[in-house]
Nanobody
Framework: QVQLVESGGGLAQTGASLRLSCVAS????????MGWFRQVPIQERAFVAA????????KYEDDMEGRCTISRDNAKNTVYLQIDSLKPEDTAVYYC?????????????????WGQGTQVTATS
């Protein structure tokens, strides 16, 4: 079992940049595809980004392409999500997730482990 802990959320001005971090426990971090999802009340948990095990491949939700960057540092057991040009509609709880295998998946049901979430609030 891997434990995931997100941090870096909070209140930020629209137009600003924010970087979220997710630290994984254990020694198997590099065996997981990592993803970021977000969720607002009454909505389904929505895909934001995913990154391959070695960090060489990434996948983004279409509307986030160019404004969002996912990265990872396997030596630190950490995956990051940077959101640039923050918009009010980015306000959500952001979740870090891990899955076994190689495929970058946008379906949350395919992920095996989840963090507790971190709140991001963009002021308007």
């Amino acid at each position: 079992q891997v434990q995931l802990v997100e941090s870096g959320g909070g209140l930020a001005q629209t137009g600003a940049s924010l970087r979220l971090s997710c630290v994984a426990s254990g020694r198997t971090f590099s065996t997981y595809v990592m993803g970021w999802f977000r969720q607002v009340p009454i909505q389904e948990r929505a895909f934001v980004a995913a990154i391959s095990r070695n960090g060489n491949n990434t996948k983004y939700e279409d509307d986030m392409e160019g404004r969002c960057t996912i990265s990872r540092d396997n030596a630190k057991n950490t995956v990051y999500l940077q959101i640039d040009s923050l918009k009010p509609e980015d306000t959500a709880v952001y979740y870090c997730a891990a899955k076994e295998g190689f495929a970058l998946e946008d379906n949350p049901d395919m992920y095996d482990f989840w963090g507790q979430g971190t709140q991001v609030t963009a002021t308007s």
